[in-house]
């Protein structure tokens, strides 16, 4: 029975592998060959998910050949460069302001200086690419001026930050100093430095920022204040540009009862083709002072010592070549002085508080000069708003000189061109034009018109002009008016 049972398996799996030989030998020998290399990929797919998983997880795994490029050799190493920012509190400078700051910003400065750079700006100067010196919005104690070590150098900017000199900074210093010591100075030792977003505290000890023999400078957005000597000082060089900024010797708002004892100068321009354009000045004894040539002040608002305090708003100390523009500004309580004016313009600008403009008379001249479009309201105590001081002499030399078309309000209204009428009945008309005429006996050129009453006509001519009184007369008695425009600038 048992073997009977055996023999019917084994007949049964003979049968078996039959039935498969017959039905694989009806398939193709490529069709078999196509399944198996399917097979093979989706195993090596699988290995591969299986790897890499390992290998993401295991931080200690070594990357496989062929998922990683080889390493690069030696010569083909790229080195990114770092940025050129220079951070102060990295060299040791306290944000704080409690411990004294100064080597470190020095050291920071002198290493941007010394900073990779890429050709030249002006000859001699080296451009650092506008390395930047990061101030990092902190407080720094500073006890000597920041005074850049090596000069040629361009295209670097300091900003963001508070610089304040200490109770022992030299009074003759300044905070931030763009100058040299060096005997073998360059024709300019700077170019396209920007100094900016910086409040400096000079503790009534020296002044602010010295700019000497450079070009294309940049003092933006920066509050300048407790300076002794000068807020900033622009000397030879061109095109220091001061904008955005505020200036004062004392922090007010006006009206201070200290501001009789207001002293120093907030802007000194000696040099020429500078521009301060949207600058306030709120406290010093002279606003700007000038003595550099072809300067243009626009939007600047003074006020700081009072005229009658005896303070300038701005002060033009260039006798003979003063080639400055003064517009749309503002100047409040506290007014201009010209020496020897040649080529000025001021215009557009506001006058407050029976502020004014003088001409100062150092050797007599006044030529070009354009007073123009101007406002002035004073408070009803007879000021003229032109003036001349002739304390060294009178002014002789008047060419090309227009003061008019301002308009007034409580002040005395002074101009180059006056006009009026005259009536009366008998053979003479005198008109003084002396209130509103700025030079003594000076009327270079005379427009009259003779109105006799009824139908009479008679003959009349202009017989005079001097002391500023023009006098007209006919040859027989007539009622009549005379209108009369007298001209000093033509």
Not at 255 to 277: C, H, P, W, Y
Not at 419 to 434: A, C, E, F, P, Y
Not at 452 to 457: E, L, N, R
Request: glycine share 10%; charged share 15%.
């Amino acid at each position: 029975m048992g073997e009977r049972t055996w023999a019917s398996s084994l007949l049964s799996l003979i049968m078996v592998f039959a039935c498969l030989s017959h039905v694989l030998g009806e398939k193709s020998l490529a069709d078999v060959h196509s399944h198996d290399h399917q097979i093979r990929k989706i195993q090596a797919f699988k290995a591969s998910l299986v790897r890499r998983d390992s290998i993401s997880n295991s931080p200690s795994a070594s990357p496989s050949p062929s998922s990683f490029s080889p390493s690069p050799t030696p010569s083909a190493v790229t080195v990114t460069p770092s940025p050129r920012v220079y951070h102060v509190t990295s060299y040791g400078a306290d944000p704080t302001g409690k411990l004294d700051s100064t080597q470190a910003i020095l050291q920071a400065i002198s290493d941007a200086l010394e900073g990779p750079s890429d050709g030249f700006l002006m000859k001699g100067i080296s451009n650092l690419g506008g390395a930047q010196i990061n101030l990092e919005g902190g407080n720094y104690l500073i006890s000597q001026p920041l005074q850049f070590p090596i000069a040629g150098r361009g295209n670097l900017m300091i900003h963001g930050g508070t610089l304040k000199a200490s109770d022992d900074f030299p009074t003759d210093g300044y905070l931030l100093d763009l100058s040299t010591s060096s005997s073998n100075a360059l024709e300019y030792l700077f170019e396209f430095i920007t100094l900016r977003d910086i409040l400096l505290d000079s503790n009534f000890r020296g002044g602010g920022i010295q700019v000497i023999n450079s070009l294309r400078t940049s003092i933006d957005n920066c509050y300048i204040t407790h300076f002794t000597t000068n807020g900033i000082l622009a000397k030879g060089g061109h095109e220091t540009y001061i904008r955005n900024s505020f200036l004062g010797q004392h922090i007010t708002a006006g009206g201070d009862q200290k501001e009789r004892s207001f002293s120093g100068t907030a802007i000194n321009l000696m040099g020429n083709d500078n521009s301060v354009v949207d600058v306030v000045i709120f406290s010093a004894e002279i606003g700007i002072i000038v003595s550099g040539q072809a300067n243009l002040l626009s939007g600047v608002h003074c006020y700081n010592k009072a005229t009658g305090f005896g303070g300038t708003g701005i002060y033009l100390k260039l006798p003979g070549l003063t080639q400055t523009r003064i517009v749309d500004s503002y100047m409040d309580y506290t007014g201009i002085v010209a020496e020897d004016p040649v080529q000025l313009q001021i215009s557009n600008s506001f006058f407050l508080g029976d502020a004014f403009v003088k001409l100062k008379s150092i050797n007599g001249v006044v030529n070009g000069v354009n007073i123009v479009d101007n406002m002035f309201s004073g408070s009803n105590k007879g000021i003229d708003i032109v003036q001349l001081d002739q304390s060294n002499g009178p002014f002789k030399t008047i060419d090309q000189v227009v003061v008019d078309r301002n308009n007034v309000r409580g002040m005395n209204l002074k101009a180059t061109t006056g006009s009026g009428v005259v009536q009366g009945n008998g053979t003479s008309w005198t008109l003084d034009l002396n209130p509103i005429l700025i030079f003594p006996n000076l009327i270079k050129n005379v427009q009259y018109t003779f109105f006799p009453s009824g139908d009479s006509f008679v003959n009349h001519a202009l017989r005079n002009v001097s002391n500023n009184r023009v006098l007209i007369e006919s040859d027989v008695q007539v009622p009549a008016s005379v209108f009369v425009m007298a001209d000093q600038g033509k």
